[in-house]
């Protein structure tokens, strides 16, 4: 099992910045990547981004591309989430999700976090 915990979030004004970070524990050299979801009201999930532990490799989706950066610190086994120049439309909960492999599908992660919400005002 992996644990996850989000933190970070809350309410801000249109291009701000915040940084989310996700703490993980428990089994975690059962994890090979990273990933941050979001779900606004009356949508599916999305895609954010994705880092692998090991290389740092990572992926956007083209909604956060240049805005957000995902990063982590393998000797605090935490994964952060800057945004900046924060939109409207990126309102939602934010999730770190962990998977065993590359992915940006939701349904590859196996473990989650309970997530934190994100409210941007215009």
């Known amino acids: 099992q992996v644990q996850l915990e989000e933190s970070g979030g809350g309410l801000v004004q249109a291009g701000d910045s915040l940084r989310l970070s996700c703490a993980a524990s428990?089994?975690?050299?059962?994890?090979?990547?990273m990933g941050w979801f979001r779900q606004a009201p009356g949508k599916e999930r999305e895609f954010v981004a994705t880092?692998?532990?090991?290389?740092?490799?990572?992926t956007y989706a083209d909604s956060v591309k240049g805005r957000f950066t995902i990063s982590r610190d393998n000797a605090k086994n935490t994964v952060y989430l800057q945004m900046n120049t924060l939109k409207p439309e990126d309102t939602a909960f934010y999730y770190c999700?962990?998977?065993?492999?590359?992915?940006?599908?939701?349904?590859?992660?196996?473990?989650w976090g309970q997530g934190t919400q994100v409210t941007v005002s215009s």
């Open positions: 999700a962990s998977t065993n492999r590359f992915s940006t599908s939701p349904d590859t992660y196996d473990y």
């Open positions: 428990g089994r975690t050299f059962r994890s090979y990547a």
């Open positions: 880092i692998t532990w090991r290389a740092g490799t990572t």
